[in-house]
């Protein structure tokens, strides 16, 4: 089993930048895949980004060259690094993993991109 809890969201102009956190409570290194979501209002969950447990990452195209997907070791920790943010990206962003446990999510942090 894995919690997961995200942090760093927040209100920010567009065109500014965000990190977001997500906090596992079982070694990253041992979870084959984590996952970045988000949903705006009104809309289905998406997948924003991806890294798998060798390292490999995947973007949504809407995010590709803007958002960064990485491994914080000494925090154990997911991060979203987002920049170039548009009033588009604004939703609740998800941390979400998957491994032969079965998949976890966490509660999600709200992103609000103003124009």
């Known amino acids: 089993q894995v919690q997961l809890v995200e942090s760093g969201g927040g209100l920010v102009q567009a065109g500014g930048s965000l990190k977001l956190s997500c906090a596992a409570s079982?070694?990253?290194?041992?979870?084959?895949?984590i996952d970045w979501f988000r949903q705006a209002p009104g809309n289905q969950r998406e997948l924003v980004a991806t890294?798998?447990?060798?390292?490999?990452?995947n973007y949504a195209d809407s995010v590709k060259g803007r958002f960064g997907i990485s491994r914080d070791n000494v925090k154990n920790a997911v991060n979203l690094q987002m920049n170039g943010l548009k009033p588009e990206d604004t939703g609740v962003y998800y941390c979400?993993?998957?491994?032969?446990?079965?998949?976890?999510w966490g509660k999600g942090t709200l992103v609000t991109v103003s124009s």
């Open positions: 890294i798998t447990r060798g390292g490999t990452t």
């Open positions: 979400h993993s998957r491994d032969f446990t079965g998949d976890y």
């Open positions: 079982r070694s990253i290194f041992s979870i084959n895949v």
